[in-house]
């Protein structure tokens, strides 16, 4: 089976950094992908990590240790718009469905 | 260009009726995937399509959920003698083949009275 780990819950300022934790345990993995949702809204597609290390988009960056079976999405410069609910989620091959998390509800407070 | 849509966006019925529910998905993406999504928890994975085919149902909780996809573009959602339990969002996805980025629709929001 599949499962995996990550706060439920996360308060944050606006403009500070904060990190998002994300433990997994598998039979396959493919890859770590997060996935920011807003309430009522849908999922949208934020960063993936197949390899090992650190990928950076914008004020978004993700990493992963395959050896420790944890990741993290790193959030810069917060915005108020940041407020969502966020996913971690993982795959066995590259067209088989997405495993998610339980997610984490961030509030960016001013 | 268009994004994946799903309709209707909101559906209320009666416990024991049958529903459907239809995803749109970007065109050209070749794989569909339904998801599930209760409040407060992450997308559960139903059924996933490569083309026409269901490449993977296991996500499917019983035999009361069917999905098909007959010209490998458009997806219906077929739920049989729904229960309360059913009441969720259902979500549908496509992608490229080989991608790892899935687009999400706008979801259903099922409502079993």
């Known amino acids: 089976g599949q499962s995996l780990e990550q706060p439920s819950e996360v308060t944050a300022v606006e403009g500070a950094i904060v990190q998002i934790n994300c433990t997994y345990q598998?039979?396959?993995?493919?890859?770590l992908s997060w996935y920011q949702q807003h309430d009522g809204g849908a999922p949208t597609f934020l960063s993936y990590?197949?390899?090992?290390g650190l990928e950076e988009t914008g004020r978004f960056s993700s990493f992963l240790s395959r050896s420790d079976s944890y990741g993290y999405l790193l959030l810069q410069e917060l915005q108020m718009k940041d407020s969502a609910s966020y996913f971690c989620?993982?795959?066995?091959?590259?067209?088989?469905?997405?495993?998610f998390g339980k997610g984490t509800r961030l509030s960016v407070i001013a | 260009g268009a994004g994946v849509s799903q309709t209707p966006s909101n559906k209320v019925t009666e416990k024991g009726k049958y529903v459907e529910l239809r995803c749109d998905p970007i065109?050209?993406?070749?794989?569909l995937y339904w998801y599930r999504q209760s409040l407060g928890q992450g997308p559960e994975f139903l059924i996933y399509?490569?083309?026409?085919?269901?490449?993977?149902d296991s996500g499917l909780p019983n035999d009361r959920f069917f999905a098909v996809r007959p010209e490998g573009s458009v997806s219906t959602l077929k739920i049989q003698r729904t229960e309360r339990g059913d009441s969720a969002v259902y979500l549908c996805?496509?992608?490229?083949?080989?991608?790892?980025?899935?687009?999400f629709g706008p979801g259903t929001r099922l409502t079993v009275t």
């Open positions: 990590n197949g390899l090992d």
């Open positions: 989620a993982v795959r066995n091959s590259g067209n088989t469905p997405l495993v």
């Open positions: 996805a496509s992608s490229f083949l080989g991608s790892t980025e899935q687009y």
């Open positions: 598998t039979s396959g993995f493919y890859g």
């Open positions: 065109s050209g993406h070749t794989a």
């Open positions: 399509f490569q083309g026409t085919g269901a490449a993977d």
